[in-house]
T-cell receptor, first 115, second 113 residues
Framework: GAGVSQTPSNKVTEKGKYVELRCDPISGHTALYWYRQSLGQGPEFLIYFQGTGAADDSGLPNDRFFAVRPEGSVSTLKIQRTERGDSAVYLC?????????????FGPGTRLTVL | DQQVKQNSPSLSVQEGRISILNCDYTNSMFDYFLWYKKYPAEGPTFLISISSIKDKNEDGRFTVFLNKSAKHLSLHIVPSQPGDSAVYFCAASAEQGAQKLVFGQGTRLTINP
Protein backbone atom coordinates (compact mmCIF):
# COMPACT_ATOMS: atom_id res chain seq x y z
CA GLY A 1 0.00 0.00 0.00
CA ALA A 2 0.96 3.65 -0.32
CA GLY A 3 3.07 5.22 2.36
CA VAL A 4 2.86 8.70 3.85
CA SER A 5 3.01 11.35 1.13
CA GLN A 6 3.87 15.02 1.50
CA THR A 7 3.46 17.89 -0.91
CA PRO A 8 5.22 19.90 -2.10
CA SER A 9 8.58 18.20 -1.83
CA ASN A 10 10.28 21.57 -1.95
CA LYS A 11 8.97 25.04 -1.19
CA VAL A 12 10.89 28.28 -1.56
CA THR A 13 9.26 31.41 -0.22
CA GLU A 14 10.14 34.92 0.82
CA LYS A 15 10.30 36.20 4.37
CA GLY A 16 6.88 37.31 5.56
CA LYS A 17 4.87 35.07 3.22
CA TYR A 18 2.32 32.42 4.18
CA VAL A 19 2.88 28.73 3.35
CA GLU A 20 0.86 25.53 3.59
CA LEU A 21 2.40 22.08 3.72
CA ARG A 22 0.24 19.01 3.10
CA CYS A 23 0.43 15.48 4.48
CA ASP A 24 -1.48 12.38 3.35
CA PRO A 25 -1.14 9.66 5.98
CA ILE A 26 -1.32 5.93 5.45
CA SER A 27 -4.93 4.89 4.98
CA GLY A 28 -6.49 3.78 8.25
CA HIS A 29 -3.89 5.45 10.47
CA THR A 30 -5.71 7.53 13.05
CA ALA A 31 -2.66 9.23 14.52
CA LEU A 32 -0.74 11.89 12.59
CA TYR A 33 2.38 13.80 13.63
CA TRP A 34 4.37 16.75 12.38
CA TYR A 35 8.08 17.13 13.04
CA ARG A 36 10.66 19.67 11.93
CA GLN A 37 14.25 18.74 11.14
CA SER A 38 16.89 21.43 10.98
CA LEU A 39 20.27 20.84 9.39
CA GLY A 40 22.42 18.49 11.44
CA GLN A 41 19.68 17.79 13.96
CA GLY A 42 17.18 15.06 14.59
CA PRO A 43 13.47 15.56 13.96
CA GLU A 44 11.79 17.80 16.54
CA PHE A 45 8.16 17.19 17.51
CA LEU A 46 5.64 19.89 16.58
CA ILE A 47 2.09 18.53 16.92
CA TYR A 48 0.16 15.27 17.15
CA PHE A 49 -3.42 14.56 15.99
CA GLN A 50 -5.64 11.76 17.14
CA GLY A 51 -8.46 11.77 14.59
CA THR A 52 -9.49 15.35 13.87
CA GLY A 53 -8.30 16.90 17.10
CA ALA A 54 -4.84 18.07 18.11
CA ALA A 55 -3.99 15.91 21.12
CA ASP A 56 -0.64 17.56 21.76
CA ASP A 57 0.55 20.82 20.16
CA SER A 58 3.26 21.52 22.71
CA GLY A 59 5.98 21.52 20.06
CA LEU A 60 4.63 24.36 17.95
CA PRO A 61 7.25 27.11 18.36
CA ASN A 62 4.86 30.08 18.33
CA ASP A 63 1.45 31.24 17.12
CA ARG A 64 2.64 31.64 13.55
CA PHE A 65 2.39 27.86 13.26
CA PHE A 66 -0.96 26.12 12.99
CA ALA A 67 -2.09 22.69 11.79
CA VAL A 68 -5.46 21.21 10.92
CA ARG A 69 -6.86 17.80 10.12
CA PRO A 70 -10.54 18.52 9.44
CA GLU A 71 -11.66 15.05 8.31
CA GLY A 72 -9.23 12.94 10.29
CA SER A 73 -7.10 12.06 7.30
CA VAL A 74 -5.14 14.72 5.36
CA SER A 75 -3.41 17.36 7.44
CA THR A 76 -2.12 20.80 6.56
CA LEU A 77 0.62 22.64 8.44
CA LYS A 78 0.27 26.39 8.04
CA ILE A 79 3.00 28.92 8.71
CA GLN A 80 2.21 32.63 8.72
CA ARG A 81 4.69 35.48 8.29
CA THR A 82 7.53 33.08 7.57
CA GLU A 83 10.99 33.84 8.92
CA ARG A 84 14.40 32.66 7.72
CA GLY A 85 14.67 30.53 10.86
CA ASP A 86 11.66 28.51 9.71
CA SER A 87 13.81 26.96 6.97
CA ALA A 88 13.94 23.22 7.62
CA VAL A 89 12.58 19.88 6.44
CA TYR A 90 9.06 19.38 7.71
CA LEU A 91 8.27 15.71 8.27
CA CYS A 92 4.88 14.11 8.66
CA UNK A 93 4.31 10.66 10.18
CA UNK A 94 1.31 8.47 10.89
CA UNK A 95 0.65 5.45 13.06
CA UNK A 96 -1.99 3.00 14.18
CA UNK A 97 -3.27 3.36 17.70
CA UNK A 98 -3.00 0.37 19.96
CA UNK A 99 0.49 -0.50 18.83
CA UNK A 100 2.64 -2.07 21.53
CA UNK A 101 5.23 0.52 20.70
CA UNK A 102 5.08 3.86 19.03
CA UNK A 103 6.15 2.96 15.48
CA UNK A 104 5.58 5.97 13.33
CA UNK A 105 5.80 5.83 9.54
CA PHE A 106 7.37 8.93 8.04
CA GLY A 107 6.86 10.69 4.74
CA PRO A 108 9.77 12.04 2.66
CA GLY A 109 9.32 15.54 4.04
CA THR A 110 8.88 19.03 2.60
CA ARG A 111 12.02 21.12 2.41
CA LEU A 112 11.06 24.71 3.20
CA THR A 113 13.47 27.50 2.34
CA VAL A 114 12.66 31.03 3.46
CA LEU A 115 14.74 33.65 1.65
CA ASP B 1 18.27 20.75 26.73
CA GLN B 2 18.92 17.67 24.67
CA GLN B 3 17.08 14.77 26.31
CA VAL B 4 18.36 12.22 23.79
CA LYS B 5 21.99 12.46 22.73
CA GLN B 6 24.01 10.74 20.07
CA ASN B 7 27.51 11.97 20.72
CA SER B 8 29.12 10.52 17.60
CA PRO B 9 28.12 12.49 14.51
CA SER B 10 29.75 9.92 12.25
CA LEU B 11 31.09 6.37 12.25
CA SER B 12 33.03 4.47 9.61
CA VAL B 13 33.13 0.65 9.63
CA GLN B 14 34.53 -1.94 7.29
CA GLU B 15 32.07 -4.21 5.51
CA GLY B 16 31.52 -7.45 7.41
CA ARG B 17 32.54 -6.00 10.77
CA ILE B 18 30.27 -4.93 13.62
CA SER B 19 28.81 -1.41 13.75
CA ILE B 20 27.93 -0.05 17.19
CA LEU B 21 25.90 3.12 17.48
CA ASN B 22 25.37 4.68 20.89
CA CYS B 23 22.66 6.82 22.44
CA ASP B 24 22.26 8.39 25.89
CA TYR B 25 19.15 9.87 27.44
CA THR B 26 18.41 11.97 30.49
CA ASN B 27 14.65 11.62 31.05
CA SER B 28 13.90 8.68 33.36
CA MET B 29 10.26 8.75 32.19
CA PHE B 30 11.22 7.38 28.78
CA ASP B 31 9.95 3.82 28.48
CA TYR B 32 10.14 3.02 24.76
CA PHE B 33 13.19 3.44 22.59
CA LEU B 34 13.40 3.19 18.83
CA TRP B 35 16.03 3.35 16.13
CA TYR B 36 15.27 4.89 12.77
CA LYS B 37 17.38 4.82 9.64
CA LYS B 38 17.38 7.65 7.13
CA TYR B 39 18.62 7.79 3.56
CA PRO B 40 19.07 11.17 1.80
CA ALA B 41 15.84 12.75 0.54
CA GLU B 42 13.74 10.13 2.30
CA GLY B 43 11.89 10.13 5.59
CA PRO B 44 13.21 8.09 8.53
CA THR B 45 12.24 4.41 8.46
CA PHE B 46 11.70 2.35 11.56
CA LEU B 47 14.40 -0.21 12.27
CA ILE B 48 14.00 -1.75 15.73
CA SER B 49 12.64 -0.85 19.14
CA ILE B 50 12.90 -1.89 22.77
CA SER B 51 10.68 -1.49 25.78
CA SER B 52 12.17 -0.44 29.11
CA ILE B 53 11.16 -3.80 30.61
CA LYS B 54 13.74 -5.51 28.39
CA ASP B 55 17.48 -5.15 28.08
CA LYS B 56 17.91 -6.64 24.63
CA ASN B 57 15.92 -7.01 21.42
CA GLU B 58 17.19 -8.75 18.32
CA ASP B 59 15.97 -8.70 14.72
CA GLY B 60 18.20 -10.38 12.20
CA ARG B 61 21.46 -8.46 11.92
CA PHE B 62 20.22 -5.74 14.26
CA THR B 63 20.29 -5.88 18.06
CA VAL B 64 19.42 -3.10 20.47
CA PHE B 65 20.72 -3.13 24.04
CA LEU B 66 19.27 -1.03 26.84
CA ASN B 67 21.05 -0.18 30.11
CA LYS B 68 18.45 1.63 32.19
CA SER B 69 20.74 2.37 35.12
CA ALA B 70 23.19 4.10 32.80
CA LYS B 71 20.41 5.61 30.65
CA HIS B 72 22.21 4.26 27.62
CA LEU B 73 21.24 2.24 24.60
CA SER B 74 23.15 0.93 21.66
CA LEU B 75 22.43 -0.52 18.25
CA HIS B 76 24.63 -3.33 16.97
CA ILE B 77 24.69 -4.24 13.30
CA VAL B 78 26.53 -7.41 12.38
CA PRO B 79 27.74 -8.11 9.81
CA SER B 80 27.68 -4.58 8.41
CA GLN B 81 26.77 -4.23 4.74
CA PRO B 82 27.23 -1.31 2.29
CA GLY B 83 23.45 -0.80 2.20
CA ASP B 84 23.57 0.01 5.91
CA SER B 85 25.26 3.33 5.11
CA ALA B 86 22.75 5.94 6.29
CA VAL B 87 22.01 8.30 9.16
CA TYR B 88 20.72 6.51 12.26
CA PHE B 89 18.50 8.25 14.77
CA CYS B 90 17.78 7.10 18.28
CA ALA B 91 14.33 8.12 19.58
CA ALA B 92 12.46 7.78 22.85
CA SER B 93 8.93 8.16 24.10
CA ALA B 94 7.53 8.58 27.61
CA GLU B 95 4.40 7.05 29.05
CA GLN B 96 2.91 10.43 29.80
CA GLY B 97 3.53 11.82 26.34
CA ALA B 98 3.37 8.52 24.60
CA GLN B 99 2.78 9.83 21.13
CA LYS B 100 5.67 12.27 21.03
CA LEU B 101 9.04 10.92 19.92
CA VAL B 102 12.17 12.70 21.11
CA PHE B 103 15.06 12.19 18.70
CA GLY B 104 18.80 12.35 19.03
CA GLN B 105 20.93 14.31 16.56
CA GLY B 106 21.77 11.28 14.46
CA THR B 107 24.93 9.35 13.58
CA ARG B 108 26.05 9.01 9.98
CA LEU B 109 27.23 5.45 9.41
CA THR B 110 29.48 4.69 6.45
CA ILE B 111 30.27 1.09 5.57
CA ASN B 112 33.45 0.77 3.56
CA PRO B 113 33.85 -2.12 1.10
Amino acid sequence: GAGVSQTPSNKVTEKGKYVELRCDPISGHTALYWYRQSLGQGPEFLIYFQGTGAADDSGLPNDRFFAVRPEGSVSTLKIQRTERGDSAVYLCASSLMGQPFNEQFFGPGTRLTVL
Amino acid sequence: DQQVKQNSPSLSVQEGRISILNCDYTNSMFDYFLWYKKYPAEGPTFLISISSIKDKNEDGRFTVFLNKSAKHLSLHIVPSQPGDSAVYFCAASAEQGAQKLVFGQGTRLTINP
